[in-house]
Structure formats: structure tokens, C-alpha cells
């Protein structure tokens, strides 16, 4: 038997699942719906500006807040202790439950750029850097889900959390020196909302983009560790 | 099949399980009885590799529980919560499970048809009811054939025709070769069903063997005779069954036509509960 079929199979339940999970799916609509008020029914919004709400929001409210929620849900429903108890390997439910978010921030990426318009020249380094940045995001959502004694519990745990990574790489986006923004540059987020508005709204060369995917990439090995820190220390079904 | 020695389990200063020993022969249905809180939980935790015992030894199929993904594919465990997919079919959930297990999916319609429940396989599972739900529950845990079957308090909330069906199912798979381990506080379950039951208090084991022997052994000596009064209303009484008083006693009650019906008196596995540990199971 092998850990792809288990992957699968555990796929498979979780897209069967969310298509009936309101919680979920409202969250979904909102990229679109934000991306979509912000280019039609803001006058004078700069072209570029409302997918980058769009994809930052879908990045970190879908990334992290969907995850917290299934892995939330299964503990407070033991659903999670039966999973536990099969030949599925606690990793092997991380990627399963992972893999349904990462792949849905990918399509609703495209969507949000077809919603721009005009911008598929740039899809390919603004799809690059939704990937590489989804990761730590989906990381962040797990430890969220871990933490959080159920659905209720991941608000008041995760709520700061999401805003930190929404809100600040916004406020500092066109600062880039100041106080803030050095706080800021910690965040995946961060580097991921610079490389969209370079791409967006300069001239973007690999020179003045390369150090932002390597930070994303930074971060993504960091937070593993601290999902791997916080698995070892409450497990998955604590 | 199962192997328990001198298990302890402690939550910080609280012992849960103070050096419990038994083991269960291969095609036994074997009850582990006690109150809330006796450790019946912990120990069926400690047997499916969910929990690390402190100290002492479990094993199942001659393997060590805790965390053995060997172990996983040959038992089956029906947890005490109701815990499946609530948004899902039947189908679907049964479908998951057969997926991680690699099991044959012609698996689901056999079992859903055993437990008469093939015209609800596409019903989202919240909208069943709860004996229902314990019958998926059931299935769930019997899609990959397994060799041991942990049941905790299986009938638990449900209505009599319900739990009738369940225990149905138990010793019709059990016919089949499955061990299983039942954890339960309805002693008219326990020995209904069971070959051997063991009782766990504070802990502790108490007392262990055959359900019969259990009652041959607290047995009190006397039955219950209940007889026509002068008026024709109904008294109880007690004889010895042992001394010729008793015996003059009864004959001169056959002769005098008074006898209603007689009672073997013989004890519960609640009253030996409680003679045993001093206080009620539930």
C-alpha cells in the first residue's frame, strides 16, 4: 500500500467535504468578491492594485485559515482519532488535508488574474510566488489547527495571526525602509506582496525580484520547523 | 491474541491503571466492565496503540500497540463518540475508509446490507439516527475484515431493537473468528454476549472469569419461591437449597398447591459488581 493512495483517498474526502462546508466556501468567494469590488466599483484604482488584495488575501485567509478549520473540525469531532487509528501516517494527513488548499489557492490565483485582465504576461512569476509563499501559509494554518481545541478555539488563536500577515506587508508596501516594514520583511507575506507590486506596477528584473523568492523560500523552511516543533509537542490529536 | 501485563497508566499524580493483567484467547468475546472513569477507556486506548502505557506490557497479535501501523490493518475499532463525517453519504464515508485501507469496496454493500441499512447509502450521515449511526460506525470498523474488534460501550444511548441489532452483528461476526473487546457498564450486554468478562474498578481488576462461573460462585444458596397468600395476593419467600427443613418446606407448599412460581436467585453481574467492589456500576 502505498502513501500515495492514502494521500489520495484523504484528498478526495476533503473535496468531497468542503463542498458542503459554508465556512469554507465563504471564504473562497471573498478573494473573488474583493478583487472584483476593488476593479469595478472603485473609481481611479490603479491597474494591478485589486488583484494584489485579491491574491494576498487568497494566500493568507484561504492558506491559513482552511486548514485550521479541517484540522480543527476533525479534533472536535474525534474524527481526527479514527484517521489516527488507519494506516494513514500523521504526514500523510498533513499533505491530504495541505494539498486540497494549495491546489485551490493555485486555481483561484488564476481566476483572480483573469479577473484583472490584461496581465498574463505576468501570470507566470505571480503564480511562481503564490505557490512558493501558499507553503508557509498552509504551514501557519496547520499549527493554528493544532493549537486550537476546536473550530471555535482557531478565531481567537488564528485571527491575530491572519492579520498580522495581511494587514502589515499592505501598510509597508510602498515603505520599504521604515520601522514597520523591517518588521514586516520577516513575513513571507511581506516578500510576496513586494514581488506583485513589482511586477504590477514597475519593471520587474530577476535582479530586483530574486531576493524576495529566496526570502519566501527562508520562511517556508523556518515555519516547517516550527509546524515540526509544535507536532512533536501536541501532536495532532491533542 | 491480546496480552496485558501489569499495565499502569498515570495522568500526572492521577494512576489511571494500577498493574492490570489478563489476556484474551483467540475467537473470545471478552467484556471489560466497569464504571465511568474506571480506566475501561484507557486501557482499550493503551490496546489500539492511542496511548503509552507508563509502564508494563500490551500486545495484540503478539505486537506491541503503541504506534504500530502493522497492527492497524488487523483490528477494527468502534470509539465510544459517534465520530464520522457528518456532511458525507454513508457511501462516501464508508468509501474513505475503504480507500485508506485498500479494501475491497463490494465490502460496503455486504456489511450495509448484513445491518439492513443498503437503502440509506447515499444519506448524509447527519441525518441518521444515532442507532443508525452506531451501525456505520460498526461497518466502518469491519471494511477491512480485521482480526480484533474493539468496541467501547457500542450500544451506549441507543434503544433496545437497536442494540439488539448491534449485538446481533457482534456475535454473528464473532461465529466468524473475530475476537472481540467489549467495554461496557450494561451488564445485560456483557453477558448476553461475552465468553469472559473482567471487572475494573478504580484501576484495578477485581474479578475476571466465565459470566456463569462468576454466578455460580457469588451465588447466594436459595431461591425465590413466590407463593398464594390466604388471601390470593402474592408472597415472597427464601429457601436454602441445601437441608431437609427446605425440602419439607417446598413439599408441603407443592401439596398445598400455593407455589406460583419459583426463582434460581442466582446473582447480575451487577449484583457481583457490587458485592466485589462496594459500590454501582453506573
Known sequence: MSSISRIKAIFIKETQDIKTNSNVILMFIIPILLTLIYKYMIQGMPEGLAVTFGLLFLAVMIGMYVPSMIIAEEKEKKTLQVLLLSPAKPVEVFIGKGLLTFISIIVFGILLVAIEGNMWDKLPVVLLALILVSIPCIFIGMIVGMLAQNQMATGGIGFPIYMLFLMLPLLTVVNEGNFLARIASVLPTFHFTQILYKVFFSEYTFENLYIHFLAIIASCIVIFGLLYVVYRKKGLEQ | ?282
Request: aromatic share 6%; charged share 25%.
Open chain 2, 1 to 282: 491474541m491480546i496480552q496485558v501485563e501489569d499495565l499502569h497508566k498515570s495522568y500526572g499524580d492521577k494512576a489511571a491503571l494500577q498493574g492490570i493483567t489478563f489476556d484474551v484467547n483467540e475467537g473470545e468475546i471478552f467484556g471489560f466492565l466497569g464504571p465511568n472513569g474506571a480506566g475501561k477507556t484507557t486501557t482499550l486506548k493503551i490496546l489500539t496503540g492511542q496511548l503509552l502505557p507508563s509502564s508494563g506490557k500490551a500486545t495484540v497479535m503478539n505486537e506491541n500497540t503503541y504506534n504500530n501501523s502493522r497492527l492497524s490493518r488487523h483490528i477494527g475499532v468502534v470509539p465510544e463518540n459517534t465520530n464520522l463525517y457528518e456532511r458525507l453519504t454513508v457511501e462516501q464515508n464508508l468509501q474513505f475508509f475503504c480507500r485508506l485501507y485498500e479494501c475491497d469496496t463490494r465490502n460496503i454493500d455486504y456489511f450495509l446490507e448484513q445491518v439492513q441499512m443498503l437503502d440509506e447509502k447515499k444519506t448524509v450521515v447527519k441525518k441518521l439516527s444515532k442507532g443508525l449511526k452506531q451501525r456505520v460506525l460498526l461497518i466502518r470498523a469491519l471494511l477491512h475484515n480485521p482480526k480484533v474488534l474493539f468496541l467501547d460501550e457500542p450500544t451506549s444511548g441507543l434503544d433496545p431493537a437497536s442494540a439488539d441489532r448491534i449485538h446481533k452483528l457482534i456475535a454473528h461476526l464473532n461465529s466468524q473468528g473475530v475476537t472481540v473487546f467489549l467495554t461496557s457498564h450494561n451488564m445485560e450486554e456483557v453477558d448476553k454476549l461475552c465468553n469472559r468478562v473482567a471487572f475494573i474498578d478504580k484501576g484495578k481488576i477485581v474479578e475476571m472469569g466465565k459470566p456463569a462461573d462468576l454466578k455460580l460462585k457469588y451465588a447466594r444458596g436459595n431461591a425465590k419461591v413466590l407463593l398464594f397468600g390466604p388471601d390470593d395476593e402474592i408472597v415472597e419467600e427464601y429457601i436454602d437449597l441445601q437441608g431437609i427443613e427446605s425440602a419439607r418446606k417446598l413439599s408441603k407448599w407443592i401439596e398445598e398447591g400455593r407455589i406460583k412460581s419459583i426463582h434460581s436467585n442466582e446473582p447480575t453481574l451487577a449484583d457481583i459488581f457490587v458485592e466485589v467492589t462496594g459500590r454501582e456500576l453506573s
